[in-house]
């Protein structure tokens, strides 16, 4: 009986030691498309496009070539905090 209370024991502190919950450091920001290159990357041709956000923090994409995004729209991105 002591040996299995031991084993519950080590179990359980195994288990909330390994699951501790570490808050996200990331929020959600706009970013404006500011520029549209096109690249070769892995053999075939993308679309490059850089996007910036109210920081002036530059975020760089690849697309492919039959998607289209005007100059100017925005999208949600993740940066860490």
């Known amino acids: 009986m002591k040996t299995f209370l031991v084993a519950m024991v080590v179990v ?9 919950v ?10 404006e498309l500011i520029k549209i290159d096109t690249v070769f990357r892995q053999q075939n041709e993308k679309k490059l496009l850089t996007w ?13 070539m039959n ?13 860490s905090r």
Do not use: H
């Open 12 to 20: 359980a502190a195994i288990a909330v030691g390994c699951s501790s």
């Open 52 to 64: 910036r956000d109210q920081d002036n923090i530059e975020y760089v994409t690849f697309m492919p």
């Open 22 to 31: 570490k808050p996200l450091q990331m929020e959600i920001v706009r970013a």
């Open 67 to 79: 998607q289209s995004f005007p100059l100017g729209v925005s999208m949600l991105v993740m940066r």
